[in-house]
């Protein structure tokens, strides 16, 4: 087997092939209420379809940070994405859309309770080549959680559906 590094330039104007995988960091913002700002960190990868179509998937979780009134609110996000590749300058822009199961980890009154919410959202990043193999960028996203119930103790605690904005940078490394 063969492996040869391909900048996403290149894969671009020869019609496809090539992955990628990189690491993500950044700000990521919820609006609940009695929550703040959290880290977000995480790894993602994706393959090129032909063109400038590409696929992959994402694990991202955040931070661990208090709401203003004590309450834990904790999450991980994991999915799947899409995405279409404009190359421009020195690097690629693209726009895409992600989808995937949200793992929210709240203690309401004390109570740890562990909602499993699907969530889908929209992505828009820019990618520099570094390298043939190295890239450097940003992407920011809207991503929208539905709601969820947990049971504890014969309890049924709700969490009502939310939206998270947020602001990753990233480093990939294409193959």
Same mark, same amino acid.
């Given at each position: 087997m063969l492996i040869t590094f391909t900048s996403a330039k290149q894969v671009l104007a020869d019609g496809g092939g090539?992955?990628?995988?990189?690491?993500?960091?950044?700000?990521?913002?919820p609006d609940v209420a009695n929550t703040n700002?959290?880290? %977000?960190?995480?790894?993602?990868?994706?393959?090129?379809?032909?063109?400038?179509?590409?696929?992959?998937?994402?694990?991202?979780?955040?931070?661990?940070?208090?709401?203003?009134?004590?309450?834990?609110?904790?999450?991980t996000m994991t999915g799947i994405d899409a995405a279409y590749h404009f190359p421009n300058g020195g690097g690629d822009t693209y726009l895409g859309i992600r989808g995937g199961i949200t793992k929210l980890a709240m203690s309401p009154s004390n109570v740890?309770? %562990?909602?499993?919410p699907y969530h889908y959202g929209v992505m828009l990043g820019y990618d520099y080549y570094v390298t043939s193999w190295l890239t450097f960028g940003f992407e920011g996203s809207y991503v929208h959680v539905e709601s969820s119930t947990d049971t504890k103790s014969g309890t049924v605690y709700?969490?009502?559906?939310?939206?998270?904005?947020?602001?990753l940078v990233d480093l990939s490394f294409r193959f």
């Open positions: 090539g992955s990628e995988v990189g690491i993500l960091y950044g700000l990521s913002v700002p959290h880290e %977000l960190y995480g790894v993602k990868g994706s393959t090129f379809l032909g063109g400038a179509f590409s696929v992959g998937g994402y694990y991202l979780q955040s931070g661990h940070t208090q709401g203003h009134n004590g309450v834990d609110f904790d999450y740890d309770v %562990l909602y499993s709700t969490q009502d559906k939310w939206s998270l904005i947020n602001f």
